[in-house]
């Protein structure tokens, strides 16, 4: 029973992975080349869909930016060479990743930014909490002492 | 007054994040990275049979001209055509047309049942023109200058106020 329960989800598990890769389109015959295409496939935004990466995505343009993967790749360029090449054309938006320089700066800074302030107000409660009690006044004195009279 | 602190931050993010939810920005419509840059190199088939082919040369023409990539199966561009029209007919602006993923006869019969406004038409039948134009879908519009250089592209159809808002003045800057 077990068995059987086992080789039905296999079945499922491989026909999902089959849906994963774009039925139509052949992968390159390098399996390392075809690995790197398909690395950097996920790199790239599809510019009809938006949130999803050229490699998920089943929109036409999608398929066609797949295939100029590919083909770079296919002729010799090195990731960075098809990166460029994307933003050539489509800009900094065709990456999922925003790069880092002076226009990202902020982007890439506010996380720290917003732990520093956090950072800085616990550090000022602290402070405040912690701060030594002034000594009582004369008159607190007196009036303590008083008090502790009545009581008795 | 410390204790409404975390009121107003949150409220101040909670304000942030509905205006920018609520404003329709379209990333697509970010400047291209091709404004400012020459017209990438291409030469495409023309739609006239036995014309000569379509080459970034007929861009330098020294006067501002229209690039307008469009489609018979694209619906938007139907949309715009009657604004493409106006452009070549009345502000008599070149306007050159790129039929993007689109079989002849069918640019052919769009072209035929709407009215021609281009001066010439290419055929990019296998869209890869329009990826070097950044193209990410039709229509789209880019306005180049009498020496062949992008200045300005419009994403999507040219419709509502598109046309005098934000295309004239374009091309006006550079007649």
Redesign the interface.
Known sequence: MIRYLVLVFSVFAFTLAVHAVAVDEKPLADPVQEARARALMKEFRCLVCQNQSIEDSNAELAQDLRMIVRERIALGDSSDNVRAYMVDRYGDWVLLRPPLKSSTYFLWGSPFLVVLIILLVVMRKRRSAAAVPQPLSDDETARLAQLLEDDT | MQRFVPLIVVAVLVMLFLGMMLSDRN??E?D???IGRPAPEFSLPSLAEGAAPLTTADLKTGEPVLVNFFASWCVPCRAEHENLMILAGKYRVPVIGIAY?NEADKARGFLTELGNPFSKTGLDL???VG????V??VPETFLIDGEGVIRYRHWGPIVGSSLEERLLPQLEALQ
């Open positions: 990333p697509n970010i291209s990275v091709l993923k296998d869209g890869r990826i070097d134009w950044g990410s879908g």
